[in-house]
DNA sequence: CCAGCCCCCTGTCGGC
DNA sequence: TGCCGACAGGGGGCTG
């Protein structure tokens, strides 16, 4: 559900808090949270470090310490925010990092599929991930050549990392609906001109999801707390059995590699 | 290269 | 009211 819009608000939203903080402590429920290296190195390592600057790469956030890089990954209900302790009703915090004003960096996840990182380099998790959408080098050209005669689904392409990176589900299907694609057309038979209203729409919808400060469909918080509002201008996602806010038609529903996917019908022809 | 399936987890919701 | 199965979907892994 954090794709690429909310971890950009989330990334944003930490800087002020976190830039110039030094790490003096950290506390973890459970081992399997932290992804590399193993528990005692990584609280071995990151005591003492200085997180210098924060960014985004894919739906990776991205904190450059002294020495290393500490990455987090929200996947599904992850949540981070900087407090002296965590609200009452918060039972999910996984991992703190004590910091060196009294504040904690708390990164809270109900299912646990959240995971955080730290590495020399980020290319130690990041590596394979394909190009940032928003890039300004991340043009129609390069976006065509990467699909480039596969014989897949665009849908199940668009949610490929490897492919383009910070797509995730929600902002696959409004992508598609505003090119006007339907999700299971294979890359093979896109038009040049499809494939330029797809790489146009990607970038219209990440940008106005990052304008609207997320999508909060359930769990996705801003590190205020706040819900972001993105959710409030979806064309299709969620909203199946209700009229295509074009044509009218019923927005259909239906599974592509295991994911819920809504398009509508008329605007989004099979062939 | 690709489709399909399982798994990781837990909260929420609809049906009975 | 309580129980139960379905569902949510990011990512990794495996099989055919």
């Not at 930490?14 to 399997?32: A, C, I, S």
């Not at 910070?166 to 006007?180: C, K, M, P, R």
Request: hydrophobic fraction near 35%; glycine fraction near 8%; charge should be neutral.
């Amino acid at each position: 559900m954090p794709e690429l819009p909310e971890v950009e608000t989330v990334v944003r939203g930490l800087r002020q808090p976190l830039v110039g903080r030094r790490v003096e402590h950290v506390w973890y429920e459970r081992e399997k949270v932290i992804a590399i290296p193993g528990a005692e190195d990584f609280a071995a390592r990151i005591v003492g470090q200085t997180f210098q600057a924060i960014t985004r790469r894919a739906k990776y956030i991205v904190c450059q310490m002294d020495h290393d890089v500490f990455g987090v990954h929200l996947r599904m209900t992850g949540r981070l925010y900087v407090a002296v302790e965590s609200p009452a009703d918060d039972r999910w915090v996984r991992l703190r990092l004590g910091l060196d004003n009294g504040e904690s960096l708390h990164f809270s996840d109900a299912r646990r599929f959240g995971r955080v990182y730290l590495a020399p380099d980020v290319t130690a998790f990041t590596q394979g991930i394909g190009p940032e959408p928003l890039d300004d080098d991340f043009t129609a050209e390069v976006f065509a050549e990467r699909l480039r005669g596969r014989h897949r689904q665009i849908k199940a392409l668009l949610l490929d990392q490897s492919i383009i990176a910070g797509v995730g589900n929600i902002y696959a299907d409004e992508s598609l609906f505003l090119a006007q694609i339907h999700p299971l057309r294979t890359a093979d038979t896109l038009t040049g001109d499809e494939m330029s209203r797809l790489h146009e729409a990607v970038r219209h919808v990440l940008n106005q999801g990052i304008d609207h400060e997320g999508a909060s469909v359930n769990w996705y918080r801003k590190p205020d707390g706040e819900r972001g509002d993105s959710q409030e201008h979806f064309n299709v996602y969620d909203r199946s059995g209700q009229p295509c806010l074009r044509c009218g038609t019923a927005v259909l529903k239906i599974r592509v590699t295991q994911r819920g996917t809504h398009f509508c019908p008329n605007c989004q022809r099979e062939k």
